[in-house]
């Protein structure tokens, strides 16, 4: 079965500060890609970033980063020099080629403190 | 800059009414997808569109609800009746095929009275 899971339900972290949150999935699919949305108190949903199970370095978007480490199964979002503005939702996603669907998880709420 | 439009934005309704809420992919993809959110259940997935033709609406109940693509322009999800349960906020996203990114629109939030 498909899976992503998010284990940390809210993260708090200092502004200016970098801040981790987990990712881990479960596919049997060789090919598949993931992905990180935030979800402001908007309730807008905004892709961020993506990484290819093929990709051989780790994406990055600006301040934000994937660390992808396909033995352990995870693809933590790494975002570097909090903003304010990043308080927010964010969700890890996967989708396979064969499975046809993306996978959300659950979510991790992050509040960043000035 | 592209972007997924839905409308309504807002709707509220009473038990029992039918609603309708539009989705315009980005010109140039292929493929839809509708989902629901709420505070328990989180982000289900109810249907999957690839060039128009339902792949996957596994999550949607199917006897209330219904989802279409007349043209390639345009989504449609259907509730009729509605029900108090169905008050969420129901996201359409659109992509160029599995598994590339989708791109969500701003959600229509619906309130069944």
């Known amino acids: 079965a498909q899976k992503i899971t998010q284990t940390q339900p809210g993260m708090f972290v200092q502004e200016k500060e970098a801040v981790t949150l987990d990712c881990t999935y479960d596919?049997?699919?060789?090919?598949?890609?993931l992905f990180w949305y935030k979800q402001p108190s908007s309730g807008e949903m905004i892709f961020l970033i993506y990484?290819?199970?093929?990709?051989?370095q780790n994406a990055t978007e600006g301040r934000y980063s994937l660390n992808f480490q396909k033995a352990r199964k995870s693809a933590n979002l790494v975002i570097s020099a909090s903003q304010l503005g990043d308080s927010a939702m964010y969700f890890c996603?996967?989708?396979?080629?064969?499975?046809?669907?993306?996978?959300f998880g659950t979510g991790t709420s992050l509040t960043v403190i000035p | 800059d592209a972007r997924v439009t839905q409308t309504p934005r807002h709707k509220v309704t009473e038990m029992g009414q039918e609603v309708t809420m539009r989705c315009q992919p980005i010109?140039?993809?292929?493929?839809v997808f509708w989902y629901r959110q709420t505070m328990m259940q989180g982000l289900e997935l109810l249907a999957y569109?690839?060039?128009?033709?339902?792949?996957?609406d596994s999550g949607m109940p199917k006897d209330r609800f219904s989802a279409e693509m007349p043209d390639a322009t345009l989504a449609t999800l259907k509730i009729q009746p509605s029900e108090p349960r169905d008050s969420a906020v129901y996201f359409c996203?659109?992509?160029?095929?599995?598994?590339?990114?989708?791109?969500f629109g701003p959600g229509t939030r619906l309130t069944v009275l």
């Open positions: 996203a659109s992509g160029k095929g599995v598994p590339d990114t989708q791109y």
């Open positions: 596919t049997s699919d060789p090919s598949y890609g």
């Open positions: 990484q290819g199970s093929y990709d051989q």
């Open positions: 996603a996967m989708s396979t080629y064969t499975g046809n669907q993306f996978y």
């Open positions: 010109l140039g993809h292929n493929t």
């Open positions: 569109f690839r060039n128009r033709a339902p792949l996957d």
